[in-house]
């Protein structure tokens, strides 16, 4: 696996819709996994969008850890979702702090849906659905906004 270059606010495909994954098993996409993981991790990042290593696809990896801003935040094994689809977000909102890989030295408070719960396949091709709130939830809406071509100062109010 190799770390991969992240794209700027500026670049065109961070302002796009992204595509469905076709075929979770190819190698390509396998190995794409592999480098965003990396990736994510050399840029100490909690998340990662596939667009933003310049991957149009419709692809998360959500890796909460405990932060300075969010000490509580549960450390987590890094999941990789693949077209995920939100089904339900809760009425009751919460702001936090949020950055971007793709907006360097920016943080804003955001209000984002406490609750989720998502649908998605996991890297073996398995459907999965689960219910996420807090700071995981918070990770999963900015980076399913990625998808599409949203980024967070978008979000402000
Ligand atoms: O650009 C990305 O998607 C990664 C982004 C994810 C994210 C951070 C905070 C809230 C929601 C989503 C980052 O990991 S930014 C860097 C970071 O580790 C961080 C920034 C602010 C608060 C906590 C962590
Ligand atoms: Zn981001």
């Known amino acids: 696996p190799r770390i991969l270059p992240i794209a700027a606010a500026d670049e065109p495909i961070l302002h796009q819709p992204a595509h469905a994954v076709a075929d979770v098993s190819t190698p390509a996409i396998q190995r794409l996994l592999d480098d965003m993981l990396v990736t994510l991790q050399a840029a100490n990042g909690v998340g990662i969008a596939a667009p933003q290593v310049f991957a149009p696809l419709r692809i998360i990896i959500v890796a909460s850890r405990p932060n300075p801003r969010y000490p509580d935040a549960p450390l987590m094994s890094p999941i990789a979702m693949l077209n995920p689809e939100i ?70 109010e």
Do not use: M, N
Not at 95 to 122: F, H, M, N
């Open 87 to 156: 089904l339900w977000q809760s009425d009751t909102t919460c702001s936090g702090w949020e950055g971007c890989l793709s907006v360097p030295d920016t943080r804003a408070q955001v209000k984002r849906a406490e609750r989720l719960r998502i649908s998605y396949l996991t890297r073996t091709g398995e459907r999965v659905e689960a219910t996420y709130s807090g700071f995981v939830a918070r990770i999963i809406q900015h980076e399913c906004d990625h998808l599409d071509g949203i980024l967070f100062p978008e979000r402000l």
